[in-house]
């Protein structure tokens, strides 16, 4: 971005990301914008002015590499028509798109869409910790530099706007001039997370910096401390593979109804927690190596995965599909009946690879009686031998009032017989 600036061959620049797309007009709006702000020097403070940005919302069938400008609004007119039912009712959840505040206030929010949407003059914002908005701005000696020492996702255009406050430069926000963002299928903002390098690297070097050139920061010191460990912390949680939550809840595509796998006892209580959190900060100090926590998700796409055993199996399994349930695209209880508890007994649950898991661990039909080759065929729609792998646990055979009475007669050799591939 600083290469950008300094070859720049005009006086006035925009920084703006591929993704984002001006709205039409703007080049020849934003140059009369710009006379009306007075960059001659005799006024004490240099002048930024920002382009409010929306983002698009993107259907299923969606694909953002077939879209064109006429696929969105390219006028302030033609955008207020668009959203004028959302302004009113101040819900964008059906728009064809939204203010970027509603993703993330901090970085849009003092924009203050509910003024712009009805102005038709520049007005002033004031500048807020992680403000992060697009605008044009005079090329000059005095203008700060991008913080050349961030690697890695985050904080490179929020320091740089920090500065330029710090440098006193004063906000205003165009009234018609706008941006959209091209919004990706592939966006996850649960993985956008800036590491614990750039964390560190903006709360010690930077902040000393502007300390030093500036005499003063934003941040009071106690709340950047509290800041940084919030968002180390944050980030652990997203990136380590740790069931933290007892339930998950799946989106179904058939009437839109919502259900919760329940994951027993592995992930609840003190000493879990103890656990969690002590070997979390194992991690955090590089003792168990940079990869320790995030390991890839283990089966390949498009592989079908079958689990038997018994309830311990069961629940090993449901573990393992809480650590990945950021890649989990739907879920379903296959045999509801048997699992009156509510846990995940013969569940099925496809990833976003299209991996699938049959865990049929901990029913009693398949451990029990000598058909489970045709159990397991009624409840997955596959053969014993069309699956790629088999996760085998311990077995055990059920009275008929539901208690284990002895060891399985299923054993491993059964299944191996039955099965020529990995177990």
Not at 22 to 37: E, F, I, T, V, W
Not at 230 to 255: D, I, P, V
Not at 348 to 353: A, I
């Amino acid at each position: 971005r600083n290469t950008a600036v300094d070859y720049a061959v005009t006086d006035t620049i925009l920084l703006l990301d591929i993704d984002f797309i001006p709205s039409a007009g703007s080049h020849n709006h934003l140059h009369d914008q710009m006379r009306k702000l007075d960059f001659s020097g005799r006024v004490q403070h240099p002048q930024a002015l920002i382009l409010p940005t929306f983002e698009l919302n993107l259907g299923p069938e969606d694909n953002e590499n077939e879209l064109f400008h006429s696929s969105f609004p390219s006028t302030k007119a033609e955008l207020l028509a668009e959203l004028s039912g959302s302004i009113i009712k101040n819900n964008f959840t059906n728009a064809l798109v939204q203010p970027k505040s509603l993703s993330y206030f901090p970085s849009h929010g003092p924009t203050d869409f509910d003024k712009w949407f009805t102005s038709t003059r520049q007005y002033k914002v004031k500048y807020q910790l992680f403000f992060e908005p697009f605008f044009v701005m005079r090329r000059c000696e005095t203008l700060p530099l991008f913080w050349e020492h961030f690697s890695g996702f985050g904080r490179n255009k929020q320091a740089w706007v920090e500065e330029l406050a710090l440098a006193d430069y004063v906000f205003h926000v165009d009234p018609n001039a706008f941006l959209v963002h091209i919004n990706h299928h592939s966006s996850k903002p649960s993985l956008r997370i800036p590491r614990p390098s750039v964390i560190r690297q903006y709360t010690g070097p930077f902040q000393f910096y502007l300390e030093k050139k500036y005499q003063k920061t934003h941040w009071d010191p106690k709340d950047l401390q509290e800041s940084a460990a919030l968002q180390t912390n944050a980030y652990y949680k997203k990136k380590l593979r740790m069931c933290r939550s007892r339930t998950l809840r799946f989106q179904q595509e058939e009437g839109g109804a919502e259900f919760g796998v329940d994951i027993p006892y592995q992930c609840k209580g003190e000493h879990y927690n103890e656990f969690g959190d002590s070997l979390m900060e194992l991690v955090k100090s590089g003792s168990l190596g940079e990869t320790a926590g995030t390991r890839a998700f283990p089966i390949p796409p498009g592989a079908s995965v079958l689990v038997l055993g018994n309830s311990h199996t069961q629940q090993l399994v449901d573990t393992m599909v809480c650590q990945y349930n950021d890649v989990v695209k739907e879920a379903t209880i296959l045999d509801p009946e048997s699992s009156p508890s509510g846990t995940s007994q013969v569940a099925k649950v496809v990833f976003e690879n299209d991996a699938k898991l049959f865990n049929l661990a901990g029913n009693s039909d398949l451990q029990s009686k000598k058909m489970w080759k045709k159990h397991i065929l009624a409840r997955t729609d596959l053969k014993i031998w069309e699956f790629d792998a088999i996760i085998l646990g311990d077995l055990a055979t059920y009275d008929a009032d539901g208690s284990i009475a002895q060891a399985s007669n299923l054993t491993v050799a059964h299944v191996a017989s039955a099965f020529k591939g990995p177990i």
